[in-house]
Every structure is written in C-alpha cells, then in structure tokens.
C-alpha cells in the first residue's frame, strides 16, 4: 500500500538522543519561565528522523513568557560549523522550543515560522515544542511534540517520536 506522503525524504518518525534531549532539559531549566528554544541538527535514514544534537538560541534571542525568537545570526553560525565539522554528514532538521503548557499545541505563529523555514529548505523543516510547565526530562516524551512540514505540501502532519533505546 502506498504512503499518504510520498516526498523525497519521506519521514515517519523521529528519534531523539540522550545528547539532544539533555540540552533541550538544559536550556529548559536556565530559562524555567519564558520560552525558549534552539535548532535540530541529525540526519533522515530509512524513514526515520535522528535528531542527534539540539543547541541553545544564542546570546540575542529573545525569550519571553509567550515568544521566543532564536538570534539569527548565532543560529546562522551554528548551522553552518555543524555541516564543516561533520563533513556533511550531520543537517539542519528544524527547530525546537519551549511552550508555557504542560501539554503543548503549536501556535499559528509557530505554524507561519515552520511554514516559513520548510519553503526555504531543500524538502522539509521539523519543529518540536516542548511543555515547560512542570517539566522534567523523564516526562520529555509526554510534554513533546514533533511537527513536520513538507516544502511542496500545504499540509503540517504530526510526528511519533521515541528516545533513543540506550537512555
């Protein structure tokens, strides 16, 4: 039977790392009352998006208790060292942020952003939202979720998602 989504990369799911889910608790925890958030950096194999590092949003974001904005040029640098420093190997996935919920719905403005950043990649853009009210990285899984937008599709489709299996 064929995919509902038939794209260049499709994905079904996304597995994050110890590594990434300890910055995104990290940067939670420095930042317990306002948003705030970073960029995904991984790889897409065999149908699954591996989330392999998450960063901070630089020292100009703007974090407040219902926005949050990364500093575009820190966030610019990063992408760019990432892709030297791994050859290649390692890619911008998306973005990651926190949200003042326990369970987290995107906003529009967070649908406009992914939208936004989805048009100007090669395929597809991630963003994860993270519930930060009474957060704690053991409950990472229940305060997430993982949204995908396809570059030529109008659609923003839900992702599951799963720690990495040695954590």
Not at 60 to 72: G, H, L, M, T
């Amino acid at each position: 039977m064929k995919s509902a989504l038939t794209v260049k990369y499709a994905i079904n799911k996304i597995i994050f790392s110890k590594a990434a889910v300890d910055k995104v608790s990290e940067e939670i925890g420095k930042y317990s009352d306002v948003e705030t958030g970073g960029v995904l950096f991984g790889m897409i194999k065999d149908g699954v998006g591996h989330v392999l590092k998450s960063t901070d949003a630089g020292p100009k974001a703007i974090r407040e208790r219902f926005d949050f904005k990364c500093d575009p040029d820190y966030i610019d640098m990063l992408i760019d060292m990432e892709y030297a420093n791994s050859n290649g190997t390692s890619q911008y996935l998306g973005e990651w942020h926190s949200h003042p919920q326990v369970i987290p719905a995107p906003s529009d403005v967070d649908l406009n952003s992914l939208d936004e950043i989805a048009s100007s990649s090669e395929s597809l853009a991630l963003l994860v939202i993270v519930g930060f009210l009474g957060y704690s990285k053991d409950l990472f899984t229940d305060q997430t979720i993982a949204i995908i937008k396809f570059k030529k599709e109008d659609n923003f489709y839900a992702l599951p998602f799963e720690l990495e299996e040695c954590q």
